[in-house]
């Protein structure tokens, strides 16, 4: 190779590295745009209140508001022009703790019931507004047994009636 041709290499390798350290000073200046564009809608922003107008409008985020459902724990966001309604998940913790709870609450309401059939008055008791003695306790059982008799009389009589109106 010629020394010509050499120094011409070089020279193109040099002028290679050039571009790049260029370009990446661009890149470095196009994040720097970034920040002025942000900082210009700030700027912009002021200079239109001193004139008197109003400022423009920047969107931090996006917009939550309650649902139309009325459940308190639903909320719709919108972001990009979108809806998206937001259900929170539930706490499975939570959730069993309350299942316990509530198996708990019924077994406690049967044990109430079956307690309050069981509860009765016992041969030994006697209550406050009758004094029982033998005598008023065989008083009682004989009219039982009246009325006993009665009903099984007139359920007879029913009876009779129906089977000659039959066939």
Request: aromatic share 2%.
């Amino acid at each position: 190779m010629s020394s010509r041709h050499v120094k011409k290499r070089k020279h193109d390798l040099d002028s290679d590295t050039s571009e790049k350290k260029a370009s990446s000073s661009d890149r470095h200046h196009h994040r720097e745009s970034k920040n002025a564009d942000s900082m210009s809608i700030e700027e912009t922003n002021k200079m239109r209140a001193s004139l008197g107008l109003a400022p423009l409008e920047v969107d931090d985020g996006p917009k939550i508001r309650d649902s139309e459902s009325g459940d308190p724990k639903e909320k719709i966001v919108t972001e990009d022009g979108m809806d998206f309604v937001h259900k929170p998940s539930e706490n499975l913790a939570q959730k069993k703790k309350t299942e316990k709870i509530k198996e708990k609450l019924e077994l406690q309401k049967q044990k109430r019931i079956v307690q309050s059939k069981l509860k009765s008055k016992g041969l030994a008791d006697t209550s406050s507004d009758e004094e029982e003695n033998a005598e008023s306790w065989v008083e009682k059982q004989r009219r039982l047994a009246q009325e006993k008799a009665a009903q099984k009389a007139r359920e007879l009589e029913q009876m009779d009636e129906d089977a000659e109106q039959g066939p």
